[in-house]
């Protein structure tokens, strides 16, 4: 079974940075392509970036350009670099495989106004 655990999560002010985490274990880490998600309550989960195998990225429109996603395959992590963050980002971020398997607790982020 695919585990994924997000971390990294925090409490900043608008302009600032978090770099989040995704461990995955149970998949073919270099075989599998992932990508980052988020979701305000009460809302649909919303793409933000995905990582595919030979390495390339795509981002969604919103966190183009401030956002920078990353994979290590040696550690069997996603990462997500999140700069100039504004209030609008505030969700909760998860990660998944490509296609999706469970979702994983996400991780908390609050950008102070």
């Known amino acids: 079974q695919v585990q994924f655990v997000e971390s990294g999560g925090g409490l900043v002010q608008t302009g600032g940075s978090l770099r989040l985490s995704c461990t995955v274990s149970g998949s073919a880490f270099t075989d599998t392509e992932f990508g980052w998600y988020r979701q305000v309550p009460g809302k649909r989960r919303e793409f933000v970036a995905r990582a595919n195998r030979g390495g390339s990225i795509v981002y969604s429109e919103v966190t183009k350009g401030r956002f920078t996603c990353s994979r290590d395959n040696v550690k069997n992590t996603v990462y997500l670099q999140m700069n100039n963050l504004q209030p609008e980002d505030t969700a909760v971020y998860y990660c998944?495989?490509?296609?999706?398997?469970?979702w994983g607790q996400g991780t908390q982020v609050t950008v102070s106004s």
């Open positions: 998944n495989s490509i296609p999706c398997n469970s």
